[in-house]
Each structure stands twice: as structure tokens, then as C-alpha cells.
């Protein structure tokens, strides 16, 4: 085994896993069309996806709860990370699909636990992204529980904030994100939002030009305040 370096970045903890690797499709850059599953339901996953280029999105439903939670994940971030809790299958249930050509490094997820055995501060470092995937996913829970028009601009403004880029007005989000995936992500009856897509507009809060929403003055910054 060659430790690279006390580097516990991902893109360090990835260098090392494709060094190590004793199998080619152990640590492998793959390709998925858009409208391309995956994560399926009550299916067992065998593999970690980080994204280098596109979008998916999730879905995942806590145990006990009949509400699920709609996620969009770009570059940098990881599908399957769940899938830590193997013996916990029920605490978290997710289905990811790719919204655009997405691209990702894919690790084996044998190979990488039995790395992670001999390697503590690569463990911490993906206990800690669980931790904070957990927090998210139980501050998007607590989201969903504010009133219809308050779950609606906040949600509006994550997505900018998550994927959105940056134009003369402010941040524009992908057309992609289309008004039926906005519902489903802020949890409001599709008929509600162009309703309060106009009163925003009225409001200047946002501009709608064809597909595009563009919530104005605000920066590009992935910490947008709310």
C-alpha cells in the first residue's frame, strides 16, 4: 500500500484509492446519460459516486416518515454515501437519477471499506460527510414543516445557491430545474407556483424569462443568506 500523503481532501483520498487499486474497475471514471438511474429503491448498492460534471437528484425517506426528501447534487458531491449504513438499510432510502449527462469517479464500496480499515483519518473524513449529510437531510425535514410560501422562497433560494450561476442580475438556475421538479423539491402543488412566481416577480425578488428563473441581487457565493 502507497500512502501518498496526509492529504484528507477527497480529491487527495481519491488520488490514493486509484493508486492503490489492484483492480481496474475498482476506482473508474464513468458516464451517465441523462434521465439514467443510478440508485434504485430497495436495491443494494455497491458503490460510492462522486460527481465531477452534471446533476442528479435524489429522493430519500427517513425510517418512520411517509415525507420524502428531494435532493440535487453536483460537482463535489457524492451519491451513495449512505450506503455506509448497511446494517441500517431502513434509516435511509434513496434513489438517484441524473438530470443532465452527469460524469463521476465510482469506487468500489468493498474496496473502499477495507481501505478505510487501515486508513483512520480517510474514516473520519467520510464519517464526518455522513454527519453532515444526515444534519442537511433533517434541516431539509424541518424545511418542509414551514408554511407553503415560506417553503417555497427558501427552497427557491437553495437551489440558486446549490446550483445556480452567476449573471448580470444575480443567479440564474439551470432551466433544467424545471416548475414540476421545484414542487417537488419544496413540497407545493405545481399549480401554487406561478402564483407566487409573479408575486416575486412583482416584488423584484426574481426575473422568469422562458425557462430561466433569475433570483436577483444576490451573489454568487455557495453561502447565500437567507
Known sequence: ??????????????????????????VQEVTFDKGQQIIAPGKPNNALYIITSGISITTQTMKDSLKPVISFLTDGDIIGLESFFRKNESVVMTQATTLTELRAT???????????????????????????????LYERYMQLMLGREERFVNSLYDIANKLGTAVEEGIQIPSVINTKLIGAYCNV?????????KKMIEEDQINVDHKNITIKNVSTSRNIQL
Open 106 to 136: 465510482r469506487i468500489d464500496m468493498d474496496y473502499l471499506m477495507n481501505y478505510l480499515a487501515n486508513r483512520p483519518s480517510f474514516m473520519e473524513h467520510f464519517a464526518n460527510l455522513m454527519t453532515e449529510q444526515l444534519y442537511n
Open 189 to 197: 402543488d405545481r399549480n401554487f407556483i406561478p402564483k407566487q412566481l
Open 1 to 26: 500500500m502507497v500512502y501518498i500523503s496526509s492529504d484528507t481532501s477527497l480529491d487527495g483520498i481519491i488520488k490514493e484509492l486509484q493508486t492503490n487499486a489492484y483492480g481496474d474497475n475498482l
